[in-house]
Protein backbone atom coordinates (compact mmCIF):
# COMPACT_ATOMS: atom_id res chain seq x y z
CA UNK A 1 0.00 0.00 0.00
CA UNK A 2 1.70 2.55 -1.28
CA UNK A 3 0.81 5.94 1.12
CA UNK A 4 2.90 8.79 -1.54
CA UNK A 5 1.96 9.29 -4.26
CA UNK A 6 4.01 10.29 -7.52
CA UNK A 7 1.34 9.26 -10.31
CA UNK A 8 3.46 11.04 -12.68
CA UNK A 9 7.07 8.74 -13.44
CA UNK A 10 7.87 11.94 -16.37
CA UNK A 11 7.74 15.55 -17.03
CA UNK A 12 9.26 17.48 -19.45
CA UNK A 13 8.81 21.30 -19.70
CA UNK A 14 11.09 24.13 -21.36
CA UNK A 15 13.44 25.94 -20.00
CA UNK A 16 12.29 29.40 -18.94
CA UNK A 17 8.84 27.91 -17.96
CA UNK A 18 7.07 26.39 -15.12
CA UNK A 19 7.46 22.79 -13.61
CA UNK A 20 4.86 21.67 -11.57
CA UNK A 21 5.39 18.46 -9.82
CA UNK A 22 2.57 16.74 -7.44
CA UNK A 23 1.91 14.12 -4.96
CA UNK A 24 -0.73 13.00 -3.14
CA UNK A 25 -0.63 11.10 0.25
CA UNK A 26 -2.83 8.85 1.63
CA UNK A 27 -1.71 8.77 5.73
CA UNK A 28 -3.57 11.45 7.73
CA UNK A 29 -0.92 11.66 10.49
CA UNK A 30 1.84 12.82 7.97
CA UNK A 31 2.35 16.20 8.84
CA UNK A 32 6.10 17.01 7.80
CA UNK A 33 6.49 17.11 3.89
CA UNK A 34 9.74 17.19 2.15
CA UNK A 35 10.84 17.08 -1.35
CA UNK A 36 14.48 16.00 -2.74
CA UNK A 37 16.06 16.00 -5.92
CA UNK A 38 18.10 13.21 -7.12
CA UNK A 39 20.75 13.26 -9.94
CA UNK A 40 21.95 9.76 -11.17
CA UNK A 41 24.59 8.14 -9.01
CA UNK A 42 24.36 10.62 -6.23
CA UNK A 43 22.06 10.40 -2.77
CA UNK A 44 19.17 12.86 -2.56
CA UNK A 45 19.45 16.68 -1.94
CA UNK A 46 17.01 18.24 0.21
CA UNK A 47 15.31 20.64 -1.43
CA UNK A 48 12.40 22.14 0.46
CA UNK A 49 10.34 21.00 2.87
CA UNK A 50 6.74 22.37 4.33
CA UNK A 51 4.71 21.74 7.69
CA UNK A 52 1.25 21.22 8.19
CA UNK A 53 0.86 24.19 9.93
CA UNK A 54 1.76 26.06 6.99
CA UNK A 55 -0.06 25.83 3.28
CA UNK A 56 3.06 27.21 1.56
CA UNK A 57 6.54 27.93 1.30
CA UNK A 58 8.83 29.34 -0.79
CA UNK A 59 12.63 29.35 -1.28
CA UNK A 60 13.73 30.82 -4.41
CA UNK A 61 12.51 29.48 -7.57
CA UNK A 62 10.93 26.43 -5.57
CA UNK A 63 7.45 26.92 -3.98
CA UNK A 64 5.67 23.87 -2.17
CA UNK A 65 1.77 24.32 -1.56
CA UNK A 66 0.20 21.67 1.10
CA UNK A 67 -3.39 21.39 0.99
CA UNK A 68 -4.40 19.30 3.50
CA UNK A 69 -7.95 18.55 3.02
CA UNK A 70 -6.99 17.00 -0.23
CA UNK A 71 -3.87 15.19 0.51
CA UNK A 72 -2.09 16.69 -1.66
CA UNK A 73 1.18 18.59 -2.09
CA UNK A 74 2.79 20.53 -5.36
CA UNK A 75 5.75 21.33 -6.27
CA UNK A 76 6.56 24.67 -8.53
CA UNK A 77 9.69 25.78 -10.41
CA UNK A 78 9.62 28.72 -11.62
CA UNK A 79 11.80 29.82 -13.92
CA UNK A 80 12.80 25.95 -14.75
CA UNK A 81 16.55 25.48 -16.01
CA UNK A 82 18.30 22.69 -17.81
CA UNK A 83 20.04 22.25 -14.11
CA UNK A 84 16.84 21.03 -12.49
CA UNK A 85 16.69 18.14 -15.04
CA UNK A 86 16.54 15.00 -11.97
CA UNK A 87 14.51 12.82 -10.03
CA UNK A 88 12.60 14.33 -7.67
CA UNK A 89 11.07 12.46 -4.59
CA UNK A 90 8.25 13.53 -2.42
CA UNK A 91 8.65 12.74 1.12
CA UNK A 92 6.28 12.31 4.02
CA UNK A 93 6.70 11.94 7.93
CA UNK A 94 4.64 12.06 10.70
CA UNK A 95 5.25 13.15 14.01
CA UNK A 96 5.79 10.25 17.04
CA UNK A 97 7.03 12.59 19.46
CA UNK A 98 10.35 12.10 20.39
CA UNK A 99 13.16 12.17 18.09
CA UNK A 100 11.30 9.72 15.72
CA UNK A 101 10.85 10.81 12.20
CA UNK A 102 10.95 8.23 9.59
CA UNK A 103 10.16 9.12 5.89
CA UNK A 104 8.05 7.73 3.44
CA UNK A 105 8.67 8.29 -0.14
CA UNK A 106 7.11 8.33 -3.28
CA UNK A 107 8.61 6.41 -6.34
CA UNK A 108 9.77 10.21 -8.37
CA UNK A 109 9.36 11.94 -10.79
CA UNK A 110 11.73 12.82 -13.56
CA UNK A 111 11.77 15.98 -14.65
CA UNK A 112 13.58 16.99 -17.54
CA UNK A 113 13.55 20.67 -18.35
CA UNK A 114 14.89 21.47 -22.51
CA UNK A 115 16.87 24.37 -23.94
CA UNK B 1 28.37 17.34 -0.59
CA UNK B 2 25.83 17.00 2.25
CA UNK B 3 28.20 15.89 4.76
CA UNK B 4 27.41 12.73 5.06
CA UNK B 5 29.54 9.42 3.72
CA UNK B 6 29.51 6.29 3.16
CA UNK B 7 31.56 2.94 2.58
CA UNK B 8 32.23 1.36 0.43
CA UNK B 9 30.85 2.92 -2.66
CA UNK B 10 30.53 -0.23 -4.49
CA UNK B 11 30.08 -3.87 -3.06
CA UNK B 12 30.03 -6.88 -5.20
CA UNK B 13 29.67 -10.26 -3.40
CA UNK B 14 27.71 -13.63 -3.59
CA UNK B 15 25.09 -14.65 -2.02
CA UNK B 16 25.11 -16.26 1.26
CA UNK B 17 27.65 -13.81 2.28
CA UNK B 18 27.83 -11.43 4.83
CA UNK B 19 28.83 -7.13 4.78
CA UNK B 20 29.06 -4.70 6.58
CA UNK B 21 27.93 -1.19 5.29
CA UNK B 22 29.23 2.20 6.89
CA UNK B 23 27.91 5.54 7.43
CA UNK B 24 29.48 8.85 9.17
CA UNK B 25 26.77 11.17 10.18
CA UNK B 26 27.01 15.18 9.78
CA UNK B 27 28.92 17.03 12.30
CA UNK B 28 26.61 17.30 15.32
CA UNK B 29 24.34 14.98 13.32
CA UNK B 30 22.35 12.56 16.11
CA UNK B 31 19.89 10.81 14.05
CA UNK B 32 21.14 7.91 11.64
CA UNK B 33 18.90 6.58 9.33
CA UNK B 34 19.21 3.92 6.40
CA UNK B 35 17.39 3.39 3.38
CA UNK B 36 17.33 0.97 0.78
CA UNK B 37 16.47 1.99 -3.11
CA UNK B 38 15.74 -0.79 -5.28
CA UNK B 39 14.65 -0.92 -9.29
CA UNK B 40 11.08 -1.26 -8.47
CA UNK B 41 10.34 0.06 -5.07
CA UNK B 42 11.76 3.33 -4.52
CA UNK B 43 13.30 4.72 -1.35
CA UNK B 44 12.43 2.36 1.15
CA UNK B 45 13.16 3.04 5.31
CA UNK B 46 14.64 0.62 7.31
CA UNK B 47 15.72 1.49 10.36
CA UNK B 48 16.43 4.61 12.69
CA UNK B 49 19.15 5.07 15.45
CA UNK B 50 19.36 8.30 17.60
CA UNK B 51 22.35 8.97 19.67
CA UNK B 52 23.04 5.10 19.80
CA UNK B 53 19.72 3.90 20.39
CA UNK B 54 17.40 2.39 18.42
CA UNK B 55 14.51 4.51 17.39
CA UNK B 56 12.16 3.65 14.49
CA UNK B 57 12.08 0.86 12.53
CA UNK B 58 10.71 -0.45 8.87
CA UNK B 59 10.66 -2.92 6.56
CA UNK B 60 14.12 -4.39 7.59
CA UNK B 61 14.59 -7.84 7.42
CA UNK B 62 15.70 -10.10 9.88
CA UNK B 63 18.95 -10.75 8.18
CA UNK B 64 19.92 -7.46 8.09
CA UNK B 65 21.09 -5.20 11.66
CA UNK B 66 22.42 -2.47 11.94
CA UNK B 67 24.12 -0.48 15.14
CA UNK B 68 25.31 3.51 15.67
CA UNK B 69 28.84 3.68 17.63
CA UNK B 70 29.47 6.04 20.58
CA UNK B 71 31.44 8.24 18.02
CA UNK B 72 27.51 8.34 16.08
CA UNK B 73 28.88 6.20 13.20
CA UNK B 74 26.25 3.91 12.10
CA UNK B 75 26.66 0.25 10.39
CA UNK B 76 24.38 -1.98 8.40
CA UNK B 77 25.36 -5.58 8.49
CA UNK B 78 23.28 -7.36 5.91
CA UNK B 79 23.57 -11.24 6.09
CA UNK B 80 22.73 -14.68 4.44
CA UNK B 81 22.97 -12.31 1.01
CA UNK B 82 20.16 -12.84 -1.67
CA UNK B 83 20.09 -11.90 -5.00
CA UNK B 84 17.11 -9.62 -4.15
CA UNK B 85 19.22 -7.82 -1.86
CA UNK B 86 21.15 -6.01 -4.64
CA UNK B 87 19.98 -2.19 -4.01
CA UNK B 88 21.42 0.69 -3.33
CA UNK B 89 21.61 1.83 0.30
CA UNK B 90 21.13 4.99 1.68
CA UNK B 91 22.11 6.61 5.04
CA UNK B 92 20.69 9.92 5.93
CA UNK B 93 21.46 11.88 9.17
CA UNK B 94 19.38 14.57 10.76
CA UNK B 95 19.94 16.64 14.41
CA UNK B 96 17.19 14.43 15.47
CA UNK B 97 15.66 17.48 17.64
CA UNK B 98 13.07 15.62 19.97
CA UNK B 99 9.56 16.94 20.14
CA UNK B 100 8.68 18.92 16.50
CA UNK B 101 8.95 17.80 13.06
CA UNK B 102 11.11 19.65 11.15
CA UNK B 103 14.31 16.53 11.12
CA UNK B 104 15.12 17.53 7.87
CA UNK B 105 17.61 14.49 6.71
CA UNK B 106 21.13 14.55 4.56
CA UNK B 107 21.69 11.98 2.50
CA UNK B 108 24.97 10.01 1.76
CA UNK B 109 26.01 9.34 -1.62
CA UNK B 110 25.02 5.44 -1.23
CA UNK B 111 26.61 2.07 -1.20
CA UNK B 112 25.15 0.01 -4.23
CA UNK B 113 25.51 -3.44 -3.72
CA UNK B 114 25.55 -6.49 -6.07
CA UNK B 115 24.78 -9.95 -4.72
CA UNK B 116 25.56 -12.16 -7.28
Known amino acids: DQQVKQNSPSLSVQEGRISILNCDYT??????FLWYKKYPAEGPTFLIS?????DKNEDGRFTVFLNKSAKHLSLHIVPSQPGDSAVYFC??????????????FGKGTLLTVNP | DSGVTQTPKHLITATGQRVTLRCSPR?????VYWYQQSLDQGLQFLIQ???????AKGNILERFSAQQFPDLHSELNLSSLELGDSALYFC???????????????FGPGTRLTVL
Open chain 2, 92 to 106: ASGPGTSGGNTDTQY
Open chain 1, 27 to 32: NSMFDY
Open chain 1, 50 to 54: ISSIK
Open chain 1, 91 to 104: AASPTYGGSNYKLT
Open chain 2, 27 to 31: SGDLS
Open chain 2, 49 to 55: YYNGEER
